[in-house]
């Protein structure tokens, strides 16, 4: 969702003229799209923000800088109170806001903007379109997570209409787009403005998108259901991957986390949907340490964890979130042990890796060709579509094109191969 908000922030910054930079440093305007889901990536825009500010009070060199994003929604004046250096701030539902304001920076004056709400707006114009693309289909987030701060920073869920959704799709095949991945942050609660569900939105859209592949993400376990896994064996280009965040596996920690399911009716679903679709495979997130997370109830995650055998698994250290319903919860367990943990969950992720990298060897993958090397002209680099990044020797493709590659080589993280005609 945030890359999304920065494409269509840094589509804004051109559509107004402005050239992208490489040196934040010696740029005229520094825009700082943030996250404030955990403490750490807070940390990492603080610790910015203070380094451009010690850079132009160094150099003199007169530089704009703007706050934008979850951070900006949360935190507001605080921002500009706290970093003499920021001339504006706008909120998540503010981008638009962009056009009218950047006219006045400079001269000290200071904006803010954490507005929310209105329209369900979405950019008319858009960067230069590559390979792959993203579409907005909801925003916001109504299931209020113990841990989570999105809810307040994004607000309720909105869904957005239908109609619009299949035409932004339309203009994208159009510019070229042949991966287009379908956001929210609980697309199976998506209701379009007829009453239809989220499979079959997704089913409209890949009818639509004919040698277009079409991901999504976020499923949350329980609005999750039978009919998604239908529609994505009707449908051969829907990726067969669903990111499914199970966050724990123990039913105590999901409770007191308000997920709304159990970990046995979420590995029911999952072994269901695989039964429908035998091809599906799934990916995760995963929070350790969470307030009163005995090393019981860590080994019920790790026990899901091996079982579902995950395509890829993001693992975080639970942190504490000012607003939320679990900030009251003591944060008792020390980083060192939820490093310990997350480390653990992260090694049996690698041996699962590792094996199915091993049994890719040989094989032959349909590959998405997304870059060309700078260096060789013949070297390319894709997905597949589970998501797996792959580098590969090919003498007629080029970017867009749909390749059959035959896995030739298996190191640690990347897969390569070369074309097979
Ligand atoms: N601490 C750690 N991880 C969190 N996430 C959300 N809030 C927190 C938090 N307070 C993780 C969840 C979610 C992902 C986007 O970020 O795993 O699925
Ligand atoms: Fe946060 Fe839960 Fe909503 Fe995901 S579903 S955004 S974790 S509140």
Same mark, same amino acid.
């Given at each position: 969702m945030n890359e999304y908000d920065s494409e269509r922030i840094a589509g804004r910054l051109e559509?107004?003229?402005?050239?992208a930079?490489?040196?934040i440093?010696? *740029?005229?305007?520094v825009v700082l799209n943030t996250c *404030?889901?955990?403490?750490?990536p807070?940390?990492?825009t603080?610790?910015?923000?203070?380094?451009?500010?010690?850079?132009?009070?160094?150099?003199?060199?007169?530089?704009?800088?703007g706050v934008m994003g979850c951070m900006a929604?949360?935190? &507001?004046?605080?921002?500009?109170?706290?970093?003499?250096?920021?001339?504006?701030?706008l &909120?998540t539902?503010?981008i638009?806001?962009l056009?009218?304001?950047?006219?006045?920076? &400079?001269?000290?004056?200071?904006?803010?903007?954490?507005?929310?709400?209105?329209?369900? #707006? !979405?950019e008319?114009?858009g960067r230069?379109?590559?390979?792959?693309a993203k579409?907005t289909?909801?925003?916001?987030?109504?299931?209020?997570?113990?841990?989570?701060?999105?809810?307040?920073?994004?607000?309720?869920?909105?869904?957005?209409?239908?109609?619009? /959704?299949?035409?932004?799709?339309?203009?994208?095949?159009?510019?070229?787009?042949?991966?287009?991945?379908?956001l929210?942050?609980?697309?199976?609660?998506?209701?379009?403005?007829?009453?239809?569900?989220?499979?079959?939105?997704?089913?409209?859209?890949?009818?639509?998108?004919?040698?277009?592949?079409?991901?999504?993400?976020?499923?949350?376990?329980?609005?999750?259901?039978?009919?998604?896994?239908? !529609? /994505?064996?009707?449908?051969?280009?829907?990726?067969?991957?669903?990111?499914?965040?199970?966050? *724990?596996?123990?039913?105590? /920690?999901?409770?007191?986390?308000?997920?709304?399911?159990?970990?046995?009716?979420?590995?029911?679903?999952?072994?269901?949907?695989?039964?429908?679709?035998?091809?599906?495979?799934?990916?995760?997130?995963?929070?350790?340490?969470?307030? &009163?997370?005995?090393?019981?109830? #860590?080994?019920?995650?790790?026990?899901?964890?091996?079982?579902?055998?995950?395509?890829?698994?993001?693992?975080?250290?639970?942190?504490?979130?000012?607003?939320?319903?679990?900030?009251?919860?003591?944060?008792?367990?020390?980083?060192?042990?939820?490093?310990?943990?997350?480390?653990?969950?992260?090694?049996?992720?690698?041996?699962?890796?590792?094996?199915?990298?091993?049994?890719?060897?040989?094989?032959?993958?349909?590959?998405?060709?997304?870059? !060309?090397?700078?260096?060789?002209?013949?070297?390319?680099?894709?997905?597949?579509?589970?998501?797996?990044?792959?580098?590969?020797?090919?003498?007629?493709?080029?970017?867009?094109?749909?390749?059959?590659?035959?896995?030739?080589?298996?190191?640690?993280?990347?897969?390569?191969?070369?074309?097979?005609?």
């Open positions: 559509g107004l003229g402005f050239i930079g490489t040196d440093f010696s *740029s005229d305007l *404030s889901v955990r403490a750490k807070e940390q990492k603080a610790s910015l923000l203070g380094k451009l500010r010690r850079n132009r009070d160094k150099t003199g060199l007169p530089q704009a800088v929604q949360d935190k &507001g004046a605080e921002l500009i109170k706290r970093f003499k250096n920021v001339d504006f701030v &909120g539902d503010r638009e806001r056009n009218d304001l950047i006219k006045e920076i &400079g001269g000290g004056k200071k904006f803010i903007d954490t507005a929310q709400g209105g329209e369900f #707006f !979405v008319q114009f230069k379109k590559g390979v792959t579409i289909i909801m925003k916001g987030c109504n299931n209020f997570c113990s841990y989570c701060i999105v809810p307040y920073v994004r607000g309720r869920e909105t869904c957005r209409n239908k109609a619009d /959704i299949i035409s932004e799709a339309e203009r994208l095949i159009e510019s070229g787009v042949k991966d287009i991945t379908l929210g942050q609980n697309v199976n609660s998506y209701i379009s403005e007829d009453g239809r569900s989220f499979p079959d939105l997704l089913a409209e859209t890949a009818a639509i998108s004919k040698g277009v592949r079409i991901r999504f993400v976020t499923s949350h376990p329980k609005d999750f259901n039978e009919r998604l896994a239908e !529609v /994505i064996k009707e449908h051969k280009n829907i990726c067969p991957l669903i990111h499914i965040p199970l966050q *724990s596996g123990s039913d105590r /920690i999901l409770k007191v986390m308000n997920r709304g399911y159990t970990a046995d009716s979420y590995l029911d679903k999952l072994r269901k949907a695989a039964e429908i679709t035998p091809s599906l495979r799934f990916s995760t997130d995963i929070i350790v340490g969470f307030p &009163g997370e005995s090393e019981a109830d #860590f080994l019920k995650t790790a026990e899901v964890f091996r079982e579902v055998e995950y395509e890829t698994a993001y693992i975080f250290n639970y942190s504490p979130r000012s607003g939320t319903r679990a900030y009251k919860l003591p944060d008792e367990i020390p980083l060192k042990e939820k490093t310990r943990r997350l480390e653990y969950l992260l090694s049996i992720q690698e041996e699962i890796t590792e094996k199915r990298y091993k049994a890719a060897l040989g094989e032959t993958v349909q590959v998405l060709a997304e870059s !060309v090397s700078k260096k060789d002209p013949f070297q390319l680099s894709g997905r597949t579509e589970y998501n797996r990044v792959v580098n590969f020797k090919a003498e007629k493709a080029s970017p867009g094109d749909m390749v059959k590659v035959r896995i030739t080589e298996v190191k640690k993280n990347t897969l390569s191969g070369r074309s097979d005609y």
